[in-house]
């Protein structure tokens, strides 16, 4: 089973700041990598896929890099509702399709 | 536009089981395969399976293979997640989530989550 493991668990930003989020896999899982965001109370909301392609509808300030084991989600502007919970997930190889462990994002 | 509605909410005892619905719509159905992840209070998301729409294979997390069966009803667009033997610590919201591409097993929709709670 692939671990993913994210740092920090939580990072503290100023609104405006820019936020870099990190994603480690235990094996390389090439650029199959996927990040969320996740609200309280509310379903994971899909941002980036392969590594760096946004979702549809997900603004410009979302960008994904990396690739093999090494992986970034940067937020290059804070906007208030960015502050919530990120996931990445590696679907590269299953079962199972892991997740990190999170990093909350909160607001300095 | 893609929906997915989920069953509410289950008080179920240990040893029991649970069926967790998602009915699909807005797309056709036999598309896209649907993936179940749940999270446990205050935790993170664990991957539990996925589920074909199309011929009903599925795969699904060691953890969970001999308690667990995702299947399909075409006629009703709505996929079934059953857990069965449960303990306290499957206490947890479960989620289902569409494949954002065909076959990609990356949920790129989601229903709204059903709060399964275990207690004696």
């Known amino acids: 089973e692939i671990v993913m493991t994210q740092s920090p668990a939580t990072l503290s930003v100023s609104p405006g700041e820019r936020a870099t989020l990190s994603c480690r896999a235990s094996?390389?899982?090439?650029?199959?990598l996927a990040w969320y965001q996740q609200k309280p109370g509310q379903a994971p909301r899909l941002l980036i896929y392969g590594a760096s392609t946004r979702a549809t509808g997900i603004p410009a300030r979302f960008s994904g890099s990396g690739s093999g084991t090494e992986f970034t989600l940067t937020i290059s502007s804070l906007q208030s509702e960015d502050f919530a919970v990120y996931y990445c997930q590696q679907y590269n190889n299953w079962p199972p399709y892991t997740f990190g462990q999170g990093t909350k994002l909160e607001i300095k | 536009q893609v929906q997915l509605v989920q069953s509410g909410g289950e008080v179920k005892k240990p040893g029991a089981s649970v069926k967790v619905s998602c009915k699909a719509s807005?797309?056709?159905?036999?598309?896209?395969?649907i993936s179940w992840v749940r999270q446990a209070p205050g935790q993170g998301l664990e991957w539990m399976g996925w589920?074909?729409?199309?011929?009903?294979?599925?795969n699904y997390a060691q953890k969970f293979q001999d308690r667990v069966t995702m299947t399909t009803d075409t006629s009703t667009s709505t996929v079934y997640m059953e857990l069965r033997s449960l303990r306290s610590d499957d206490t947890a919201v479960y989620y289902c989530?569409?494949?954002?591409?065909?076959?990609?097993?990356?949920?790129?929709?989601w229903g709204q989550g059903t709060l399964v709670t275990v207690s004696s």
């Open positions: 989530g569409r494949d954002l591409i065909q076959v990609s097993a990356i949920p790129g929709y």
């Open positions: 094996q390389s899982v090439s650029s199959d």
């Open positions: 807005g797309y056709t159905f036999t598309n896209y395969g």
């Open positions: 589920i074909s729409a199309y011929n009903g294979n599925t």
